[in-house]
Nanobody
Framework: VQLQAFGGGLVQPGGSPRLSCAAS????????MGWYRQAPGNQRELVAA???????YYADSVKGRFTISRDNAKNTVYLQMSSLKPEDTAVYLC???????????????WGQGTLVTVSS
């Protein structure tokens, strides 16, 4: 199973890009899917997460600006970002808790990361 992230790039302040991350391969279930970010010199932080039933979590720094969603049929999670600020500049990584078989425990999988640079 692999997670592949799309989106990102250079965005102007106030921009609204959308990130997506798809899990490929055979899975039994995907529980929580989320987006983390890591800026240079900073620790990795959880930005937003969503459960398979649709419950969501947002970091205070992005509440009201970012929206996380998922398409369970496509094993894909999205992060719609808006009102971007220069301090949102970071590598964004997707994460998923995946159970490969009904008998196996959940494991964390990570995407390759996509750089979002907010600059004019």
């Amino acid at each position: 199973v692999q997670l592949q992230a799309f989106g990102g790039g250079l965005v102007q302040p106030g921009g609204s890009p959308r990130l997506s991350c798809a899990a490929s391969g055979s899975v039994f279930s995907i529980n929580v899917m989320g987006w983390y970010r890591q800026a240079p010199g900073n620790q990795r932080e959880l930005v937003a997460a969503i459960t398979d039933s649709g419950s969501t979590y947002y970091a205070d720094s992005v509440k009201g600006r970012f929206t996380i969603s998922r398409d369970n049929a496509k094993n894909t999670v999205y992060l719609q970002m808006s009102s971007l600020k220069p301090e949102d500049t970071a590598v964004y990584l997707c994460n998923a808790q995946i159970r490969l078989l009904w008998s196996t425990p959940k494991q964390d999988y990570w995407g390759q990361g996509t750089l979002v640079t907010v600059s004019s």
